[in-house]
C-alpha cells in the first residue's frame, strides 16, 4: 500500500511538474485530488520522478474515470493557454 501512496503523492511532481514549477498549485491540485485512486488502480508500479506516471497516464487514459479525464483535460487547456508544455505529451 506504501507504493501506492508514492505513486499518488507523485503526480503532483513527477507527471504535473509544469504547473508545479510555475507555482500554481491551484493549477494541478484538482488533478491531484481527483486523480490519486485512478494513477494507484491504472499505474501501481509507476514510480515518481521517472517519467513512469505521464508515460501511464498517456497509454491507459481511456482507463482512469471520467471526472480524473476531465480534470486531465482543464490541466492541459490552462498550460496550453499559459504556454507551457504538455503534461501528457509522449517523451523522447
Known sequence: ????RVVALGLA??????AALAGDKA????VRQ???A???RVCPDAEAG?????????????????PCQTAL?????RMKENGE?????PQH
Open 73 to 77: 483535460k482543464a490541466l492541459r487547456k
Open 50 to 66: 521517472h517519467g513512469d506516471l505521464r508515460v501511464c497516464a498517456t497509454q491507459h487514459f481511456r482507463q482512469f474515470t471520467s
Open 85 to 89: 508544455p504538455d503534461p501528457l505529451a
Open 27 to 30: 493549477s494541478y491540485e484538482p
Open 13 to 18: 511532481a513527477a507527471l504535473l511538474a509544469g
Open 38 to 40: 485512478d494513477f494507484v
Open 1 to 4: 500500500m506504501r507504493s501506492s
Open 34 to 36: 481527483t486523480c490519486n
